[in-house]
């Protein structure tokens, strides 16, 4: 999941070298940060969050073909 957050984050951003894509295990869960530069941030959120509401759908969607749960989080 980090590398399919990566690909779309960076084809999304005007800085592509400073995104940064962390992924964590948790107990039940999987949670991917994603770190942009600040002027970046608008870009990645969309407006009233639709690109990152989207980023989450594909990534939830590509989860669920594993069953698992991963949370996308976006990071300032």
Do not use: F, W, Y
Request: aromatic fraction near 0%; avoid cysteine; proline fraction near 1%.
């Amino acid at each position: 999941m980090k590398k399919l957050v990566e690909v779309i984050a960076k084809s999304l951003v005007d800085h592509p070298d400073e995104v940064v894509v962390t992924e964590t295990e948790k107990e039940n869960a999987t949670i991917v940060e994603l770190h942009v530069a600040a002027d970046d941030m608008g870009k990645v959120i969309g407006k009233q969050g639709r690109i990152a509401k989207a980023i989450r759908s594909v990534v939830k969607a590509a989860a669920s073909k594993d069953d698992k749960k991963v949370v996308v989080e976006i990071v300032q």
